[in-house]
C-alpha cells in the first residue's frame, strides 16, 4: 500500500479485528475493540448474535439460536489491575446453520465499514463511493446501499481529519496564525448572522466563503505568463459547495496556483462567468492588494479539475483540512521546482525546456519562406509561404506577425526566424524574459513559512463560526433550493415550531389536537 498523502492525519492506533476463533484469556485494549471483533467474526462467517448484557465492564453476547441449533456465546470483561479487557468465558465455534446475510443486516453498520476502509481513506480521500463498495463486497461477501457506503466514507473522514463542524471553528485560529507568521498572505472571510427564531445570535456567525493566498503564490505570478485560468470543482464533504481556483504558467508550461476560495457555486458557463465578472469588476472586487489585479491582461476560461495535482482529494476534506492541505502542497510545488530550476541552471541552460522545443520547431519551419525588406529602419518586412503562397506582414520592432503566434507565446514564430536570419539578427533577442531560466527561478522564490507548535499561535477571540446548514448533504426529503443565498436565507437556527393555535411546541396548527372536530381533541374533552 502506498504511504498516505495526508501523514499528519493518520490514525496512529487502528481497531484490530481478530481473525480465526477467539479464545479465552485473549486480551483487548479497549471495550469498543471487543465489540468490533465480535461483529467481524459474526459478520465473516455468517451468523448472529443478540446483546445479553452491554455494561462499562461487561460484554456478554449470545448466537441468535442459542438453546436450540447452538451453544455459542461469549463474555467479556475489564480487569482493572490490567487495563485491558478479557475473553472470560467462550463456547467454542457456532453450531448453528449459518444464515444469508441481506441488505438489512444491522451488524455491517457504517461505524464498521469506517474501520475497514479507514486506511484507504488516509491515503486517498477522494476514494469514489463505489469504490468502498466494492471493499465492503470483497471483505464480507455483502453488497452495502450507496447510501450507508457514503455515511461510512464521510465518517471515516471525520475520525481522521476532523469533522466539519469543528473544523469550521478552527478555521480561523489557523488563517490568524498563517497570516501572523506570513503578513503579506491575503485572507477574505464572508459571514451571515445566525438566527434563534428571529432573534440574531450574538456570538454564532455562519460561515458563507472563504478566499485565501499564500504570499509565495503572489509573488510568483510576477514572473509568469501575463494569463490566469479560472475553474472550480464541487465539494463532496458533509456540505456543499465549490472549491474556485486560479491559476497562472511559469515559462515551462508549469501550472502555478494563485488563489483559492470556497463559495456556495460557481457559474459553469462563459455568460454566466461574464455577468459574474461585470459586477465584480464595478465592485472593484478583482484586485488582491494590487499585486495580481494590476498584472493581468487576459482572462481565460478553462477547465483544469484538480490542477497540478494540489487539490486531488482536498474536495472531500473538511474546510480547514483542505485549506492546509493547499498550503502544503504548494510548499512541497515550490521546493520541488526550485531545486529543479537549480539543477538546468548550473547545467548552463538559458531557456525553459518549453521555449526551446517550441524554438525548434519554428526554425526548422523557417526554411521555406521568402522575405522581402520594406521598412530596415523600423524592422518591418513581408513574407510568403512557400509552396502554398501565403503573406504576412512582420514588425519587429513592434514584436509583431500577422500569423498572431510572436504577440501570443512571446516567441519568434517561424516568420521571425526568416526575416532575422535575412538580416542576420539575433532571434534571441525576440524571446521574451519569462522562457529565460532566471526568470522561471524568480517564480519559486518566495518561500512558505512553517506554523510551527499550534500551543503558540496567537488566540483567537470573536463569535463561534459555523457551516451553512443550507449546504448541508441530505439523501432524504424535499430537494433543497439551489440558488444563491443571502441575508435573509440565513434564519435558520429557528428554535422548535410552535403551534399558531395552543401555543405548544412540537406540532403544527394543522396536527394540533385541540383543532376543532380532531379525534385526539375529542378523546381529551371526554376524559
Not at 498516505?4 to 479465552?24: C, K, L, M, R, Y
Request: aromatic share 12%.
Amino acid at each position: 500500500m502506498n504511504a498516505p498523502e495526508f501523514s499528519e492525519f493518520v490514525n496512529a492506533d487502528p481497531v484490530v479485528i481478530t481473525d480465526g476463533e477467539f479464545v479465552i484469556s485473549i486480551e483487548f485494549s479497549s471495550r469498543e475493540i471487543v465489540i468490533a471483533a465480535i461483529k467481524d467474526y459474526t459478520i465473516r462467517w455468517g451468523v448472529n448474535y443478540r446483546v445479553c448484557e452491554s455494561e462499562p465492564i461487561t460484554f456478554y453476547a449470545k448466537c441468535v439460536q442459542y438453546g436450540t441449533n447452538c451453544n455459542w456465546l461469549i463474555r467479556a470483561s475489564l480487569i482493572k489491575r490490567k487495563f485491558c479487557w478479557v475473553i472470560r468465558r467462550y463456547n467454542g465455534s457456532h453450531t448453528c446453520s449459518r444464515i444469508t446475510i441481506s441488505q438489512d443486516y444491522a451488524k455491517i453498520n457504517s461505524d464498521m465499514i469506517v474501520e475497514v476502509i479507514k486506511p484507504l481513506v488516509e491515503v486517498d480521500p477522494s476514494l469514489e463511493v463505489k469504490s468502498v463498495i466494492t471493499e465492503v463486497q470483497s471483505k464480507f461477501n455483502y453488497t452495502i446501499s450507496y447510501y450507508k457506503a457514503w455515511l461510512a466514507k464521510q465518517k471515516a473522514i471525520a475520525n481522521i481529519f476532523g469533522g466539519w463542524e469543528a473544523s469550521c471553528e478552527a478555521l480561523l485560529s489557523w488563517y490568524k496564525a498563517m497570516v501572523q507568521k506570513d503578513p503579506s498572505a491575503t485572507v477574505e472571510i464572508e459571514t451571515a448572522p445566525a438566527y434563534q427564531g428571529d432573534e440574531v445570535v450574538q456570538d454564532i456567525r455562519i460561515l458563507t466563503r472563504v478566499f485565501w493566498s499564500f504570499y509565495p503564490c503572489i509573488r510568483a505570478f510576477r514572473s509568469c505568463k501575463p494569463i490566469v485560468q479560472i475553474d472550480g470543482t464541487y465539494l463532496y464533504g458533509k456540505y456543499k459547495g465549490a472549491l474556485l481556483f486560479v491559476v497562472s504558467q511559469d515559462g515551462n508550461g508549469n501550472i502555478v496556483p494563485l488563489i483559492f476560495a470556497v463559495v456556495e457555486g460557481y457559474c459553469r458557463i462563459v455568460r454566466e462567468f461574464n455577468v459574474q465578472y461585470a459586477r465584480l469588476y464595478e465592485r472593484g472586487e478583482l484586485t488582491l492588494n494590487g499585486s495580481i489585479g494590476s498584472h493581468v491582461s487576459n482572462m481565460l476560461w478553462s477547465s483544469i479539475m484538480d490542477t497540478a495535482g494540489v487539490l486531488k482529494g482536498a474536495r472531500n476534506l473538511p474546510i480547514t483540512s483542505l485549506v492546509k492541505t493547499t498550503f502544503y502542497r504548494l510548499n512541497e510545488l515550490f521546493t520541488r521546482k526550485r531545486a529543479e530550476v537549480e539543477t538546468r541552471l548550473n547545467a548552463g541552460h538559458v531557456f525553459s525546456e518549453y521555449a526551446i522545443n517550441k524554438l525548434q520547431l519554428n526554425q526548422e519551419a523557417a526554411g521555406n519562406i521568402q522575405v522581402n525588406m520594406f521598412d530596415r529602419q523600423n524592422e518591418v518586412f513581408e513574407v510568403h509561404e512557400m509552396p502554398r503562397g501565403l503573406e504576412y506582414a512582420v514588425n519587429l520592432h513592434q514584436r509583431h506577425c500577422d500569423c498572431g503566434e510572436f504577440q501570443t507565446y512571446r516567441i519568434p514564430c517561424h516568420h521571425v526566424f526568416a526575416c532575422s536570419a535575412n538580416q542576420r539578427l539575433d532571434w534571441q533577442q525576440y524571446v521574451h524574459d519569462i522562457y529565460r531560466m532566471e526568470e522561471i527561478k524568480k517564480v519559486y522564490r518566495a518561500r512558505f513559512k512553517p506554523l510551527g507548535n499550534p500551543a503558540t499561535w496567537p488566540m483567537y477571540q470573536g463569535p463561534r463560526h459555523i457551516p451553512n446548514p443550507h449546504l448541508k448533504q441530505v439523501s432524504k426529503g424535499r430537494p433543497k433550493i439551489t440558488r444563491f443565498l443571502n441575508e435573509m436565507d440565513m434564519r435558520d437556527l429557528r428554535g422548535p415550531r410552535r403551534c399558531r393555535l395552543c401555543g405548544v411546541q412540537g406540532h403544527s396548527r394543522s396536527r394540533c389536537p385541540h383543532r376543532a372536530g380532531s379525534s385526539a381533541s375529542g378523546g381529551a374533552h371526554n376524559s
